[in-house]
T-cell receptor, first 113, second 113 residues
Framework: GNSVTQMEGPVTLSEEAFLTINCTYTATGYPSLFWYVQYPGEGLQLLLKATKADDKGSNKGFEATYRKETTSFHLEKGSVQVSDSAVYFCALASGGSNYKLTFGKGTLLTVNP | NAGVTQTPKFRILKIGQSMTLQCTQDMNHNYMYWYRQDPGMGLKLIYYSVGAGITDKGEVPNGYNVSRSTTEDFPLRLELAAPSQTSVYFC????????????FGPGTRLLVL
């Protein structure tokens, strides 16, 4: 079956530091890949996505590239801000007719001023 | 456009009690989902629906029931609450074709004592 493995947290960084959160996946076929973000006390919201190999998703300074050869979708940001403190979830969609998402366990990021 | 709304925000139940978690979306999405989020465990799919009158089980359906009589509403029913159902519950919705992005509600925190 499908699975997503994320870097264990928590991750603590200083403001303006470089961020990488690793994500690898196992899936049949050609899944779509997502990063969702959950701010404290809120629901999940889409951060970025990529639907095919070598696609790069980007939003709010975050980027992730769909690497089929390494089955990875690592999240990066060049300079984090305090407001980026949140839980980040990597996910994949199994396609077909249901578009069910399989989530990783989430990575808590704390950015200190 | 309110998106996905959930009620209540928080509830305490006694063991054996029942309750319904409400979920409504105003985006005319055909697909709707219920997830539970346990600390450090990511999100697990409980039930999903591909349209009014059609529902199916996800990964962790035991102890829950759903119905989908309209496109907008997708209530989740707990018949005999157990401590293992203490969790945060998220409802989500998505388009049926062309875009697998799921849109999440703010969540319902449930405590079973």
């Amino acid at each position: 079956g499908n699975s997503v493995t994320q870097m264990e947290g928590p991750v603590t960084l200083s403001e303006e530091a470089f961020l990488t959160i690793n994500c690898t996946y196992t899936a049949t076929g050609y899944p779509s890949l997502f990063w969702y973000v959950q701010y404290p006390g809120e629901g999940l919201q889409l951060l970025l996505k990529a639907t095919k190999a070598d696609d790069k998703g980007s939003n709010k300074g975050f980027e992730a590239t769909y690497r089929k050869e390494t089955t990875s979708f690592h999240l990066e940001k060049g300079s984090v801000q305090v407001s980026d403190s949140a839980v980040y979830f990597c996910a994949l969609a199994s396609g077909g007719s249901n578009y069910k998402l399989t989530f990783g366990k989430g990575t808590l990021l704390t950015v200190n001023p | 456009n309110a998106g996905v709304t959930q009620t209540p925000k928080f509830r305490i139940l006694k063991i054996g009690q029942s309750m319904t978690l409400q979920c409504t979306q105003d985006m005319n999405h055909n697909y709707m989902y219920w997830y539970r989020q346990d600390p450090g465990m990511g999100l697990k799919l409980i039930y999903y629906s591909v349209g009014a009158g059609i529902t199916d089980k996800g990964e962790v359906p035991n102890g829950y029931n759903v119905s989908r009589s309209t496109t907008e509403d997708f209530p989740l029913r707990l018949e005999l609450a157990a401590p293992s159902q203490t969790s945060v519950y998220f409802c989500a919705s998505s388009y049926s074709t062309g875009d697998e992005t799921q849109y999440f509600g703010p969540g319902t925190r449930l405590l079973v004592l």
